[in-house]
């Protein structure tokens, strides 16, 4: 019995991870559009020639699953309110890029022969492995930039860890190298970039800027009048 009633507690506790399922009706969207986008209009930007292929920007591009996991998983654990609205911030954003993708299909063709390269390592085998699991579509805008200044925000956002200086630097700094790394590995175009930061700045002005917090409170005072 006390087992029983310590598993209601910790789903009461922990019910507002409910929302996380978005992930799986993410997944099954964007996997069928990858598998679908066969004819899709070409990004690029002269901005892109001027950008060379560099294998070790595999390093933060990969730390970025790692990154957003962990940004929301902190908050999941310590704040609903800056859990809510960084989950809000992601899958709202996140929505909105796969509609584009589905109503404008969108792609691009800088990806590097790496074997023309004249080089071989392991972080090239992994680019390799990269390109051969991700297609070249559905690319505009960023998904990975988007998602990575979405977890700055939130982050500098938050009461708790906004006054911690080392961090805040350590994630602009990694927020800024996974941006980096989507065209230094040639898996978006610039374009694909600043279309994302767009994207990032309406999203802040509806999830930060308005006080949610507090017109609820505004809400629930008035209705108990």
Known sequence: MKLQTRFKNILSKYKHGII??????????????????????????????????????????????????????????????DYYKCCAYLFIGMTICLIIYSIWPNGHYLRVNLSSLGRENILIDIVARI?????????????????????????????????????????????????????????????????AIILNIIMYMIVYIPDWKGATKKETKEALL
């Not at 399922?21 to 930007?45: C, D, G, Q, R």
């Not at 500098?156 to 230094?184: G, P, Y």
Request: with cysteine.
């Open 20 to 81: 996380l399922s978005y992930f799986f009706v993410y997944m099954a969207w964007f996997l069928y559009l990858e598998e679908v986008t066969n004819k899709f209009t070409p990004i690029y930007s002269r901005l892109d020639d001027y950008i060379p292929f560099n294998e070790w920007f595999v390093i933060p591009y990969l730390l970025w699953f790692l990154y957003i996991f962990v940004t929301v998983a902190y908050f999941f654990f310590t704040s609903k309110n």
């Open 131 to 195: 390109y051969r699991l991700d297609t070249s579509t559905n690319v505009l805008p960023s998904i990975h930039v988007y998602n990575s200044i979405a977890a700055n925000i939130a982050i500098r956002k938050s009461e708790r860890l906004k006054n911690i200086k080392w961090l805040q630097v350590a994630t602009l700094i990694l927020t800024v190298l996974i941006c980096m790394s989507t065209v230094f590995l040639k898996q978006h175009s610039i374009l694909d970039v600043f279309s």
